[in-house]
């Protein structure tokens, strides 16, 4: 199953069922790019990012894999949708795209083993973790650099686990060209086992979500540049990028 969560036109927050490019709620459908606003398919209290997880990526930045998963936040302020235009920060050198498999929890947990941590998954989404890298390179907290507003586009819909293969497909396109094309399969640290790292720690409530880290080809992105986040068995978020 694959569900949105949306606006309808009376202005009603609502989830739905896709199918189709339509979305299906009591009596009523709407087409998912005409109808209705979509919002982000989850509402977080945190986005705990990873880093490098994969090595291929670990390797384009000259940097080593962590002998545990790295863990960062960004907070909902970082949120947006599936068709928005994301202003990124003015000023900077670098800010690039990073496609990566978002896991959003179902239920308020704590130290969940790993064999039960799928338990604990309602589904998986889209993640863009938009990076400021002039600033990232600069302060150890990564706030300036992962956390601005817009910073985690995210959608269009969240996919029960089932429709997501163990080996999905993680995909960059920008204006149509391909920039990252890996692999759920060739992350470091598996979905099991971040959950079971991340509730050692903190509790995770009902729509965290957990981005799972990025594939190697992340690159910069210019003013209008048009993105393309793809999952195998989730779908496309599409949105854009104004620099003022």
Not at 82 to 88: A, I, M, P
Not at 145 to 152: E, I, L, N, P
Request: with cysteine.
């Amino acid at each position: 199953m694959k569900y949105v969560r949306f606006r309808d036109p009376a202005g009603a927050v609502r989830r739905g069922e896709y199918e189709n490019g339509h979305v299906h709620f009591g009596n009523e459908s709407y087409a998912l790019d005409d109808d209705i606003d979509v919002l982000p398919p989850a509402d977080p209290s945190k986005i705990v990012c990873i880093g490098r997880n994969y090595a291929d990526h670990a390797a384009e930045l000259n940097s080593d894999v962590p002998d545990r998963p790295l863990l960062f936040l960004k907070p909902p302020n970082a949120l947006a949708a599936h068709g928005d235009t994301v202003t990124l920060p003015a000023g900077k050198e670098r800010i690039d795209h990073e496609a990566e498999l978002g896991v959003v929890i179902g239920e308020q947990c704590r130290h969940v083993s790993e064999g039960d941590a799928m338990d604990v998954v309602e589904g998986f989404t889209c993640v863009n973790d938009l990076s400021n890298r002039d600033d990232q390179r600069q302060e150890q907290n990564w706030v300036r650099g992962k956390a601005f507003d817009g910073a985690a586009p995210m959608g269009p819909v969240l996919a029960t686990p089932e429709e997501v293969p163990a080996d999905a497909a993680v995909r960059t396109r920008v204006n149509g060209e391909t920039r990252q094309d890996g692999s759920r399969d060739q992350l470091v640290f598996s979905v099991p086992e971040l959950i079971a790292e991340i509730t050692t720690y903190l509790t995770l409530e009902p729509g965290d979500v957990i981005a799972t880290g990025t594939p190697e080809g992340v690159g910069p992105l210019s003013d209008g540049d048009e993105v393309e986040i793809e999952i195998e068995g989730v779908g496309t978020l599409e949105h854009s990028v104004r620099i003022p």
